[in-house]
DNA sequence: TAGGCCATCTGGTCCT
DNA sequence: AGGACCAGATGGCCTA
């Protein structure tokens, strides 16, 4: 290999690091704009990659089975929905942020691990709150009003899932319903505003980066369009149409969160 | 100190 | 040829 092939190759190999590191950047910032719609969205305690992507499918999961059974997103069968699988940390984080602005109505049984495991049901005056001696004292996080209290309204039967009678702490294999019955096909434009601490962005090494990881991205969105159920959407949502406002700041988005007064019947409502 | 999590580099593969 | 995607390797940071 001569000297110039040499250093084409290594010209070569440079501009493919800078493009897997964007590329890289790009899957990050979408992962951190799913965490801000988790139910439990903290700046202070990041979730984790595996575990935002496991809240999101239980998430889904339980919105789902809300729609679909009528249960509330006060039972205790819905906060199992959304523990399942998850780690013990990230099942206080959730169960903490659920218990901020709501009434404790919840009363779970000891599933998502037990006295000795973390059991939500194990510590007095905390019906939603795992005790775990190692974890950092709450708050946990935040839980943003429209995502779940926006459905407060709606009480359907309690709803037991009978699937739903382990929490482990490892990670099992999923056997809920995969998919959602909800399709909803969007046009949407996504603006990503270059931060004034573009610099931040190679914050490898720096300690306590994480810290500033949120806080050193800035987003703003402007969306075209509407949300129109797809063809695969759940019947409910079939000729449905969300209307989406525009210019929302992506620091206090809340996505489009459905509202039913009764079954059949949404709209869109945005929460800033 | 071990383990978890992360960003980055790297080479391989596939596609245009 | 070049870009996108992927997975393995590596090293740093943090916490229990």
């Known amino acids: 290999m001569t000297k110039a ?16 590191r ?3 950047h790009g899957l990050n910032d979408a992962l951190d704009n799913l965490r801000r719609v988790m139910p439990c969205y903290s700046k202070t305690q990041k979730l984790s990659k595996i575990e935002t992507l496991r809240l999101a499918r239980n998430y889904i999961w339980a919105l789902s089975e809300v729609l679909e059974s009528g249960q509330s997103p006060e039972s205790h069968g819905f906060v199992e929905m959304l523990c399942k699988g998850l780690s013990q940390p990230t099942s206080n984080l959730v169960a903490g942020c659920l218990q901020l602005g709501s009434t404790p109505v919840l009363k779970l049984e000891d599933k998502c691990g037990g006295p000795g495991m973390g059991g939500i049901a194990g510590q007095a005056g905390h019906p939603l709150s795992f005790p775990s001696p190692g974890l950092p004292s709450p708050p946990y996080g935040s839980l943003e009003a429209s995502h779940l209290l926006q459905m407060k309204g709606f009480k359907g039967p309690t709803y037991d899932n009978p699937s739903s009678n382990e929490c482990s702490s490892g990670t099992p294999p999923y056997d809920g319903p995969l998919t959602p019955p909800l399709s ?19 914050f ?3 300690a306590g980066h994480h810290a500033h990881y949120l806080s050193s991205h800035h987003y703003s969105t402007s969306t075209t369009g509407s949300l129109v159920a797809g063809p695969q959407a759940h019947p409910l949502f079939q000729a449905s149409r969300y209307e989406l ?6 620091d206090s ?19 800033t």
Do not use: C
């Open 22 to 24: 964007s590329r890289m």
């Open 253 to 271: 988005f809340t996505p489009p969160h459905l509202v039913t007064s009764q079954m059949g019947n949404f709209t869109s409502a945005q929460s």
């Open 245 to 250: 406002p525009l210019d929302v700041a992506f």
């Open 184 to 202: 909803i096909s969007g046009n949407f434009t996504l603006k990503q505003e270059p931060s004034p601490h573009e610099s931040d962005r190679n």
């Open 5 to 20: 092939r040499q250093e084409r190759f290594r010209a070569r190999r440079i501009k493919a690091n800078a493009r897997e």
């Open 204 to 206: 490898t090494s720096h």
